[in-house]
């Protein structure tokens, strides 16, 4: 993975530019997948949002027999708490900084500025925001985990102790379990961050109710 300005998927506002998210996929996904959830998101400021889905880089997968694939880093082994490629997610922060840096050159302060992902692309989102140099309007990281977090209470900016995090999970979800999904929650609030948690009766994906949480989540933050 090197430095090279990643490729997006992009959802321009209709009318003053005021708000940005930058929505991140799961792995072997791209930036198209959450695309089509946006009207389903009902926005009250839908129409003043910059929506940027980035596509992650293409690369090896060690649990898929090494096929190259959009992943956010390599996952090594799929037990209960998988190992990942630490420095991947790192190197992958440093994707998504320069995207965050593009809205604020655009005249969007960072409290305008919202990080989402999906999966891995959760990890991704609670890892470059809560490390975030400026604070930010929220992050929602769904059905993930952090494999990070003990950096995290190193490395993580005073900037976004207060910023609201939004976490949701399948609680039959075979792919991450819902048990590394709490975990991670349960140690972001002893670090005295403000998570709101929610589980559904699901899988590894998204459903009604998650979409209308979410929706309220996101309302509450742009007006």
């Known amino acids: 993975m090197n430095s090279r300005q990643l490729s ?7 009318a003053e530019h005021k708000y940005s998210v930058i929505w991140l996929h799961g792995l072997g996904a791209d930036g198209h997948d959450f695309e089509g959830l946006v009207p389903e ?6 129409a003043h949002i910059h929506f940027i889905f980035p596509n992650a880089p293409i690369q090896p997968v060690t649990v898929n027999g090494g096929m190259s694939m959009r992943s956010w880093y390599d996952i090594l082994d ?10 991947n997610i790192y ?33 991704i989102a609670l890892h470059t925001g809560l490390r975030h140099l400026q604070p930010l309007a929220g992050i929602i990281a769904l059905s993930t985990c952090l494999p990070t977090v003990e950096q995290l209470k190193d490395e ?54 998650e979409i209308e949480h979410i929706s309220a989540f996101m309302n509450s933050i742009f007006k």
């Open 8 to 14: 997006t998927v992009e959802m321009l506002p209709e």
């Open 41 to 46: 998101l009902h926005l009250v400021a839908k």
């Open 78 to 87: 799929m037990s209960l708490e998988p190992r990942v490629d630490i420095d």
């Open 91 to 123: 190197q992958s922060a440093g994707l998504i900084e320069p995207l965050i840096q593009r809205e604020i050159d655009r005249g969007i302060p960072s409290t305008h500025i919202l990080l989402a992902g999906f999966s891995q692309g959760g990890v």
């Open 156 to 209: 993580r900016s005073a900037a976004n102790n207060a910023t609201p995090i939004f976490m949701a999970h399948g609680i039959l979800d075979p792919v991450v379990a819902v048990e590394s999904g709490k975990a991670a929650c349960d140690t972001l609030k002893s670090m005295d961050y403000e998570v709101e948690w929610h589980d559904y009766l699901m899988e590894h994906s998204i459903c009604g109710e």
